[in-house]
C-alpha cells in the first residue's frame, strides 16, 4: 500500500505524558467542582450510590476513549469514531450531541467559576445579585470567545501547574478530611435516614455522570500526544482512576462529614454538612469549597485558596469549550457533516473565527436561559409552573447531562462497530474481557464491556429523559433542529442523505498512523490488511 | 519527583487502608450501605499499587 504524503500543515505533536494527562485532568477534574453539590442536594443520603454507578459507567467509558483514541488517533473524537464506525448520519447525531456538551461547557463552567469566586467576593453571589452575576458570566464567555479568534490559547504548561496544584490540594483535603473529620458511624446513620425516593436517585444519578464529563479530550490530545498508542493507555488509566477516586471520596466525606464549625438551619438546629445543598444553589455551584472550609484547621487556610484555584480550574474548562467545539465542528465539516463554513479560518488570525463565535452565540443563549428565572420573576413563574421551578444551574446540568449520555451512548454502539467492521487496526491497548468469534470472515473480539457501558449510560440517558424537565425538551429540540439542518445540507451538496459517502478507510488509517509516527503499527496495519486480502482471493479461488 | 510521586503513592495505600478498615469494621450495622466506603478504600490502594509498581519500573527495579 502507498505511503500517501500530504502537503497540508499538520498540529505539531509537543504533549508529553503529563501534558496528556493534565489536559485531559484540567478538563474532567473541574467536573467535581460542579457535580458535587447538585448530586448531594438530589441524591442526599444516597449520593455515594449515585457517584458509584455514574462512576462505574465513566470507567466503561473511560476504556473505550482510550482504545479509540489509541488506535484512531484524530482530533475528531466521539463523532469520528461513531462515523467510522455506524455511518454518516450517527456521527453526525454523536458530533452535534458533544457540540451541545462543549457549548453548555462554556455557560456552565464560566457560571460555577464565578460561583466560587462569590465564596470570597460575596457581591457575585447569584440570588442576592443576579444582574452582576450574569453580567460576569457574560463577559467571561465573550472574553474567552475573543481570546480563541485572536488565537491565544490554553497552554499545556499553564494547564499541568494547575492540575499539579489541584491534585495536591485535594489530595491534602481528602486525606485531612477523612482522618479529622470522617465519621463512618454518621455516614452509615446518613444513608439509611435520609435515603432518596427513586425518582430522585434516578436524577441525582443522572447529574453524577456530568462529574465525568470530558473524556473527549483524550481523543482530542491524541492527536498531538508524541507516540500516541503507547501514551494515552497509560495516560488514561492514570486519569480515570484519579477521577473516579476523586468523585467517590468527596460524596463519602460530605455524607459521613463531622463539620468542623456547627452548621445550623434559620431555626437553630444543627445541621448535617450535605443538608446545606438542597434548595440552595449558591451552595450547589461552590461545594467543593465549602467542604474544604470544613476539615479542621486546614480548613482555614482550604477557605482561601480553594475558590481561586476551583476558579482557575473551572475556567480552563470553560476554554476548553470554546476551543473544543470550533475544532469538534472543523473535523465534522472535513467530513461533510457540516457546512464548510466552518473550516472557514480568518486570515488575520488563522483561527476558525466563525465557528467559535457561532457557537460562543449558542453559550451565551444558554446562559440567558439559565439566568433567566433569576433576573426576571415573570419568567421564574413559568420555570415554577412548567418546569419543577428548575434554577440556572440545574437548567445547565440537565443540557449538559441529556449531551453526554447520547454521545457516550453512540461511542460504545461505535466502538462494537469498529470491533466488527475494523478487526485489522493493530489496538495496543483493548478493553478487556471480550469474546472471540468470526465475523465476515475476520476472527474479532466482541467487547462484552462495551454492552454493560451502553446499558448503563442508556439507563442513564432514560433517567435524565424522565427526571430532567427541561433536559428532555430542550436536549431533544436540539438534536431533532440538528437532523432536520444535516439532511437540508446533506441534500443541497447532493450526498447521501441516510446512508454514508464511500471512504477508503484503509487508506485513511495507514495515514493516520503514518501522521501519528505510529511506524510499527502502521507496517503491522498494512501486513495485516495483505495477509486478510490474500486469504480471501485464496477463499474465492478454492 | 519520583521521591514525591512515590510519597503521595505511599499515602493514597494507607489512607485507603484506613478507609477500608474503618468501613469494615461497620459491616454488622450498616450492611450493603458500606460497599461505596468499600470501594473508595479498594479503589485507593490499588491506584496507590500501581502507582508504586510504576515507579519502581521507572527506578529499573523490580
Same mark, same amino acid.
Given at each position: 500500500?502507498?505511503?500517501?504524503?500530504?502537503?497540508?500543515?499538520?498540529?505539531?505533536?509537543?504533549?508529553?505524558?503529563? &501534558?496528556? $494527562?493534565?489536559?485531559?485532568?484540567?478538563?474532567?477534574?473541574?467536573?467535581?467542582?460542579?457535580?458535587?453539590?447538585?448530586? !448531594?442536594?438530589?441524591?442526599?443520603?444516597?449520593? =455515594?450510590?449515585?457517584?458509584?454507578?455514574?462512576?462505574?459507567?465513566?470507567?466503561?467509558?473511560?476504556?473505550?476513549?482510550?482504545?479509540?483514541?489509541?488506535?484512531?488517533?484524530?482530533?475528531?473524537?466521539?463523532?469520528?469514531?461513531?462515523?467510522?464506525?455506524?455511518?454518516?448520519?450517527?456521527?453526525?447525531?454523536?458530533?452535534?450531541?458533544?457540540?451541545?456538551? #462543549?457549548?453548555?461547557?462554556?455557560? !456552565?463552567?464560566?457560571?460555577?467559576?464565578? +460561583?466560587?469566586?462569590?465564596?470570597?467576593?460575596?457581591?457575585?453571589?447569584?440570588?442576592?445579585?443576579?444582574?452582576?452575576?450574569?453580567?460576569?458570566?457574560?463577559?467571561?464567555?465573550?472574553?474567552?470567545?475573543?481570546? =480563541?479568534?485572536?488565537?491565544?490559547?490554553?497552554?499545556?504548561? #499553564?494547564?499541568?501547574?494547575?492540575?499539579?496544584? +489541584?491534585?495536591?490540594?485535594?489530595?491534602?483535603? %481528602?486525606?485531612?478530611?477523612?482522618?479529622?473529620?470522617?465519621?463512618?458511624?454518621? %455516614?452509615?446513620?446518613?444513608?439509611?435516614?435520609?435515603?432518596?425516593?427513586?425518582?430522585?436517585?434516578?436524577?441525582?444519578?443522572?447529574?453524577?455522570?456530568?462529574?465525568?464529563? @470530558? !473524556?473527549?479530550?483524550?481523543?482530542?490530545?491524541?492527536?498531538?500526544?508524541?507516540?500516541?498508542?503507547?501514551?494515552?493507555?497509560?495516560?488514561?488509566?492514570?486519569?480515570?482512576?484519579?477521577?473516579?477516586?476523586?468523585?467517590?471520596?468527596?460524596?463519602?466525606?460530605?455524607?459521613?462529614?463531622?463539620?468542623?464549625?456547627?452548621?445550623?438551619?434559620?431555626?437553630?438546629?444543627?445541621?448535617?454538612?450535605?443538608?446545606?445543598?438542597?434548595? =440552595?444553589?449558591?451552595?450547589?455551584?461552590?461545594?467543593?469549597?465549602?467542604?474544604?472550609?470544613?476539615?479542621?484547621?486546614?480548613?482555614?487556610?482550604?477557605?482561601?485558596?480553594?475558590?481561586?484555584?476551583?476558579?482557575? !480550574?473551572?475556567?480552563?474548562?470553560?476554554?476548553?469549550?470554546?476551543?473544543?467545539?470550533? /475544532?469538534?465542528?472543523?473535523?465534522?465539516?472535513?467530513?461533510?457533516?457540516?457546512?464548510?463554513?466552518?473550516?472557514?479560518?480568518?486570515?488575520?488570525?488563522?483561527?476558525?473565527?466563525?465557528?467559535?463565535?457561532?457557537?460562543?452565540?449558542?453559550?451565551?443563549?444558554?446562559?440567558? $436561559?439559565?439566568?433567566?428565572? @433569576?433576573? #426576571?420573576?415573570?419568567?421564574?413563574?413559568?420555570?415554577?409552573?412548567?418546569?419543577?421551578?428548575?434554577?440556572?444551574?440545574?437548567?445547565?446540568? +440537565?443540557?449538559?447531562? #441529556?449531551?453526554?449520555?447520547?454521545?457516550?451512548?453512540?461511542?460504545?454502539?461505535?466502538?462494537?462497530? %469498529?470491533?466488527?467492521?475494523?478487526?485489522?487496526?493493530?489496538?495496543?491497548?483493548?478493553?478487556?474481557?471480550?469474546?472471540?468469534?468470526?465475523?465476515?470472515?475476520?476472527?474479532?473480539?466482541?467487547?462484552?464491556?462495551?454492552?454493560?457501558?451502553?446499558?448503563?449510560? $442508556?439507563?442513564?440517558?432514560?433517567?435524565?429523559?424522565?427526571?430532567?424537565?427541561?433536559?428532555?425538551?430542550? &436536549?431533544?429540540?436540539?438534536?431533532?433542529?440538528?437532523?432536520?439542518?444535516?439532511?437540508?445540507?446533506?441534500?443541497?451538496?447532493?450526498?447521501?442523505?441516510? /446512508?454514508?459517502?464511500?471512504? =477508503?478507510?484503509?487508506?485513511?488509517?495507514?495515514?493516520?498512523?503514518? /501522521?501519528?509516527?505510529?511506524?510499527?503499527?502502521?507496517?503491522?496495519?498494512?501486513?495485516?490488511?495483505?495477509?486478510?486480502?490474500? /486469504?480471501?482471493?485464496?477463499?474465492?479461488?478454492? | 519527583?519520583?521521591?514525591?510521586?512515590?510519597?503521595?503513592?505511599?499515602?493514597?495505600?494507607?489512607?485507603?487502608?484506613?478507609?477500608?478498615?474503618?468501613?469494615?469494621?461497620?459491616?454488622?450495622?450498616?450492611?450493603?450501605?458500606?460497599?461505596?466506603?468499600?470501594?473508595?478504600?479498594?479503589?485507593?490502594?490499588?491506584? *496507590?499499587?500501581?502507582?508504586?509498581?510504576?515507579?519502581?519500573?521507572?527506578? *529499573?527495579?523490580?
Amino acid at each position: 500500500m502507498a505511503r500517501p504524503k500530504s502537503s497540508e500543515p499538520e498540529l505539531r505533536r509537543s504533549v508529553t505524558p503529563w &501534558g496528556s $494527562f493534565s489536559w485531559g485532568y484540567s478538563d474532567v477534574g473541574a467536573d467535581i467542582f460542579v457535580g458535587l453539590g447538585l448530586v !448531594l442536594a438530589w441524591a442526599a443520603g444516597a449520593s =455515594n450510590v449515585a457517584f458509584l454507578f455514574a462512576g462505574v459507567v465513566y470507567v466503561c467509558i473511560g476504556l473505550a476513549y482510550t482504545e479509540l483514541a489509541a488506535t484512531y488517533p484524530v482530533a475528531g473524537g466521539g463523532q469520528y469514531f461513531v462515523m467510522r464506525g455506524l455511518g454518516d448520519i450517527f456521527g453526525f447525531i454523536a458530533g452535534w450531541a458533544v457540540l451541545l456538551d #462543549f457549548t453548555i461547557d462554556v455557560t !456552565l463552567f464560566a457560571w460555577t467559576s464565578v +460561583d466560587y469566586t462569590s465564596q470570597l467576593v460575596p457581591s457575585l453571589v447569584n440570588s442576592t445579585h443576579p444582574w452582576l452575576h450574569f453580567v460576569v458570566v457574560l463577559g467571561l464567555v465573550l472574553g474567552l470567545c475573543l481570546l =480563541n479568534v485572536i488565537g491565544v490559547r490554553e497552554s499545556t504548561a #499553564f494547564n499541568g501547574v494547575v492540575s499539579a496544584l +489541584d491534585v495536591l490540594s485535594e489530595s491534602a483535603i %481528602l486525606c485531612l478530611g477523612f482522618l479529622f473529620a470522617f465519621r463512618p458511624q454518621l %455516614l452509615i446513620h446518613t444513608m439509611q435516614m435520609h435515603w432518596p425516593t427513586p425518582y430522585q436517585l434516578m436524577l441525582g444519578t443522572s447529574l453524577a455522570i456530568i462529574s465525568f464529563v @470530558g !473524556l473527549e479530550s483524550i481523543s482530542q490530545a491524541a492527536q498531538e500526544t508524541q507516540r500516541p498508542a503507547s501514551v494515552i493507555p497509560r495516560t488514561s488509566v492514570a486519569l480515570i482512576l484519579t477521577i473516579l477516586i476523586f468523585a467517590l471520596a468527596y460524596s463519602n466525606l460530605a455524607l459521613g462529614l463531622q463539620p468542623w464549625h456547627p452548621i445550623t438551619d434559620a431555626g437553630g438546629h444543627p445541621m448535617q454538612f450535605w443538608q446545606i445543598f438542597p434548595h =440552595n444553589a449558591d451552595n450547589q455551584g461552590k461545594a467543593v469549597a465549602l467542604l474544604a472550609a470544613q476539615v479542621p484547621i486546614y480548613g482555614a487556610f482550604a477557605a482561601l485558596y480553594v475558590p481561586v484555584l476551583g476558579a482557575v !480550574l473551572l475556567l480552563i474548562s470553560s476554554n476548553s469549550g470554546v476551543f473544543g467545539s470550533s /475544532r469538534i465542528a472543523y473535523a465534522m465539516s472535513t467530513s461533510n457533516l457540516l457546512p464548510s463554513v466552518f473550516q472557514r479560518v480568518n486570515r488575520r488570525y488563522r483561527t476558525p473565527m466563525i465557528s467559535i463565535v457561532f457557537f460562543s452565540i449558542i453559550a451565551i443563549v444558554e446562559l440567558i $436561559f439559565a439566568a433567566a428565572p @433569576g433576573l #426576571f420573576p415573570q419568567v421564574s413563574v413559568l420555570y415554577t409552573r412548567f418546569f419543577h421551578g428548575e434554577n440556572g444551574l440545574e437548567f445547565l446540568a +440537565d443540557l449538559y447531562a #441529556f449531551g453526554a449520555a447520547t454521545s457516550y451512548s453512540f461511542v460504545f454502539l461505535g466502538l462494537i462497530g %469498529l470491533r466488527l467492521t475494523d478487526p485489522l487496526s493493530p489496538r495496543k491497548f483493548k478493553i478487556p474481557l471480550n469474546i472471540p468469534m468470526r465475523f465476515r470472515g475476520e476472527r474479532v473480539d466482541f467487547p462484552v464491556i462495551a454492552v454493560l457501558g451502553f446499558l448503563g449510560i $442508556f439507563s442513564i440517558l432514560m433517567f435524565t429523559l424522565r427526571t430532567h424537565a427541561l433536559g428532555r425538551i430542550f &436536549g431533544p429540540t436540539w438534536l431533532v433542529l440538528g437532523i432536520l439542518a444535516y439532511l437540508l445540507y446533506r441534500r443541497h451538496r447532493r450526498l447521501p442523505l441516510l /446512508r454514508s459517502e464511500k471512504r =477508503n478507510w484503509r487508506t485513511e488509517q495507514a495515514e493516520i498512523l503514518r /501522521r501519528a509516527g505510529e511506524l510499527e503499527l502502521m507496517d503491522e496495519y498494512i501486513a495485516n490488511v495483505k495477509a486478510s486480502d490474500a /486469504r480471501r482471493a485464496e477463499t474465492t479461488t478454492t | 519527583m519520583l521521591l514525591v510521586r512515590g510519597m503521595l503513592a505511599v499515602a493514597m495505600v494507607a489512607l485507603g487502608g484506613v478507609i477500608l478498615t474503618r468501613m469494615l469494621a461497620l459491616v454488622p450495622a450498616g450492611r450493603l450501605t458500606v460497599i461505596p466506603g468499600v470501594v473508595l478504600g479498594a479503589a485507593m490502594i490499588a491506584l *496507590g499499587v500501581h502507582r508504586l509498581a510504576l515507579i519502581a519500573r521507572a527506578r *529499573g527495579t523490580p
